[in-house]
């Protein structure tokens, strides 16, 4: 190496500390991993709070066999105050996820009329044993030009923190449409003299578009943008379709694509046209 022209050893160094890189690079799936975690994560404390918005608006006083709920009236009638309580022992809802603490948030009207904001904050909130904390906020922006409901949702200070004590930190602005099942709710009728029950909640599908930032486990800073709309139903605690770009902050840019629509726990992570296929948590 001391006998190599000056010129020639730089060349040496450099293209091994590119492929270090590239490899390092190739391998680190983990901040991809980590953003669609807590993605998820809040994605159902909007269908928590929506769904039990509409059973508040109906007047029952429990949300599926797991929480009860309370409303306080802090205006003249509005805006409410909602807490949605699935008590201090883990309950497995109809999703299949297990949740216990407090979700308790405020509401200038019914999640469904324009302008409505609701400002959600879980206490002592636990989902499948990860506390979830932070701010998030909805704002109803009424029908798109194809008549779909759609709503500005900000998350702020967000926080999931898992049974080891790791912790993802998490920002996003992003705009929810809703595409299918806005003609159905809980307590619409089944046509027989009952309600549909959880078939008029399960059956609503969202897309989502923005973008968002965060903090993974490792504590490596990322920024992400939705390239392609992510596919959210209800009657699936992962997202099934759509992509994104994530920039993890010192790496190269990835694509997460969330697959065609199957109900699934995979995606795959494209890094340096190096594809990798990934297990969402749930």
Known sequence: MKNLPYFLLATLILSLSSCKKDTDDDLDTASSEDQAFAQSMFDDLGSQSESSSESAESEDSTYT???????DTLGSPWPFEITV???????????????????????????????????????DYYVDDNLVEGTRTSSNLGENSSGQLHYEVKVEDGKVTNPDGE?????????????????TGFFTSDGNGGWLGWDGITDDVYEITGNGS?????GLDFDLNITNPLRVQLDC???TEGTIILTPAGFNDRSIDYGTGECDN?????????ETEIKLRG
């Open 65 to 71: 066999s797991c929480a009860t709920i309370t409303v």
């Open 85 to 123: 309580d699935f008590g201090e022992e883990n309950c497995t809802g109809q999703d299949g996820r297990e949740r216990r603490g407090k979700l308790v948030y405020t509401i200038t009207d019914w999640f469904r009329n324009v302008g409505s904001t609701i400002t959600l904050t879980p206490v």
């Open 167 to 183: 912790t993802i930190l998490w920002e996003s602005t992003r705009t929810r449409t809703w595409v299918e099942g806005q003609e």
């Open 214 to 218: 965060g903090t993974s486990r490792a």
């Open 237 to 239: 605690k992962w997202i």
């Open 266 to 274: 995979k995606a795959t992570v494209t890094i340096n046209d190096n």
